[in-house]
């Protein structure tokens, strides 16, 4: 099958074009997609998912186009689906710049899964988050670890931060998420030696799976997972920040 189309838009995006041809062969399906977000950036994708004995998207080709820049991954990767969800060899690169994620979520396991990037020029995304004019680079690692009730994340990120081709200053966030808070301790400097140091807790809850210390109504677990509705019960405790 074969489906095109010349614009469309969804929340946040627009498509200015689009061609997505898959084959369904009894045991997979085999997928061809292109589309384009706008003159400067266009994204070609093409792999195969199997759905018998094994749940699996295998991505054999994909390539992100960002002006003069074209990402595209080292090697085929692989995400398992169904349990659980493990990613395998995702790794994307341009020149000295890469995006890495593998490992697994299992939202009746544990958790191990690392996220990596490096030397990442933030003007790639910036214009489409609006924040035009907004540049500099972006290092920095993130790991998931622990069960799914009480899942533990830790990472560090580094930025040096331009804005309208001025250098503005450089960061260093560290981020801990335990106990249904992110801890953050921060600390920017500007180009004049000013700098403003931030350090404290956010409430908030990312388990993938009940606790058995949490709140119920009725009978029903509330207040977990990672989206939490306006009728759930939120992290106990407020935000502590000292700046």
């Not at 084959?23 to 292109?34: E, L, N, S």
């Not at 690692?141 to 580094?158: K, R, Y």
């Not at 260093?172 to 301790?185: F, H, N, S, T």
């Amino acid at each position: 099958a074969r489906v095109t189309f010349d614009f469309a838009s969804i929340p946040g995006l627009n498509l200015q074009a689009s061609n997505i041809q898959f084959t369904y062969r009894g045991q997979d399906i085999v997928f061809d997609v292109a589309f384009r977000l706008d003159e400067q950036r266009d994204v070609i994708a093409s792999g195969r998912v199997d759905l018998q004995p094994q749940q699996q998207v295998l991505l054999e080709n994909l390539q992100l186009r960002f002006e003069n820049e074209t990402w595209q991954l080292l090697l085929p990767a692989t995400v398992t689906y169904g349990d659980e969800y493990r990613v395998s060899n995702f790794l994307l690169y341009t020149d000295d710049q890469q995006i890495a994620v593998d490992g697994v979520i299992d939202p009746d396991g544990f958790q191990n899964l690392i996220v990596t990037v490096e030397n990442f020029e933030l003007e790639t995304v910036t214009d489409l988050l609006g924040y035009e004019g907004l540049a500099g680079t972006l290092n920095g690692s993130l790991a998931m670890t622990g069960p799914a009730s009480d899942p533990v994340a830790e990472g560090t990120l580094l930025l040096d931060v331009i804005a309208q081709e001025e250098a503005i200053g450089d960061g260093r966030i560290a981020l801990r998420y335990e106990d249904r808070r992110i801890a953050v301790d921060a600390l920017l400097t500007n180009t004049t030696g000013g700098t403003l140091d931030v350090d404290g807790y956010v409430p908030v809850n990312l388990a993938l799976a009940p606790t058995d210390s949490a709140a119920t109504v009725n009978g029903n677990v509330i207040g977990q997972g990672i989206e939490l509705q306006a009728n759930e019960a939120a992290p106990a405790g407020g935000v502590n920040l000292t700046v």
